[in-house]
């Protein structure tokens, strides 16, 4: 089970019960407080026919136009939520953010998959190029000719 806990990508298991063969990937765990130890875990049934709805770890690929600009590429969602038959589920979405300016920021919205449906609300903000006290500075001393 260790392989299955501590990773983020996603995998899918198959169970026999009680003699029936069904795939299932992990959906939920729970810890005890203060001894770490696994109190319960939830199971997802899944088939190639009907869809499911899990989340999905963000791999950020590129370096933004941002961040040569001076500022600082920061990641807000680890994960997304994404709908799909299990079949199609990737163990992470990439995106490329190359083209991230500074100061500007990436939706869900502004994303698409080929086979997934994003559930997150589309004006969730998955990633963005923060302003720096350098990057204003060098903004500022641009500005005034200096």
């Known amino acids: 089970m260790r392989k299955l806990i501590y990773t983020p990508d996603i995998f899918a298991i ?3 019960v009680n003699g029936k063969k069904r795939m299932a990937v992990l959906k939920d765990i729970q810890f005890h407080p203060v001894k770490d130890t696994i ?8 088939n ?13 690929e590129g370096h933004a136009e941002g ?4 500022g600082k590429l920061t990641l807000s969602m680890k994960k997304i939520k994404v709908k799909a038959p299990y079949t199609n589920i990737p ?4 995106i490329n953010v190359d083209h991230l300016g500074l100061g500007k920021t990436l939706q869900i919205g502004e994303l698409n998959f080929e086979g997934l449906e994003l559930v997150n609300a ?5 990633c963005a190029v923060q302003l720096t006290r ?4 060098a903004a500022a001393a641009a500005a005034s000719g200096k």
Do not use: F, T, Y
């Not at 109190?39 to 899944?46: F, K, N, S």
């Not at 589309?122 to 998955?126: D, G, L, S």
């Open 14 to 16: 198959e169970l026999d």
């Open 39 to 46: 109190l319960h875990i939830d199971l997802l049934e899944v």
């Open 48 to 60: 190639d026919k009907k869809p499911v709805v899990i989340e999905v770890p963000v791999q950020l």
């Open 67 to 70: 961040v040569k600009a001076g």
């Open 91 to 94: 163990e992470r979405v990439v």
């Open 122 to 126: 589309k004006n969730a903000v998955v």
């Open 134 to 137: 350098a990057a204003r500075g």
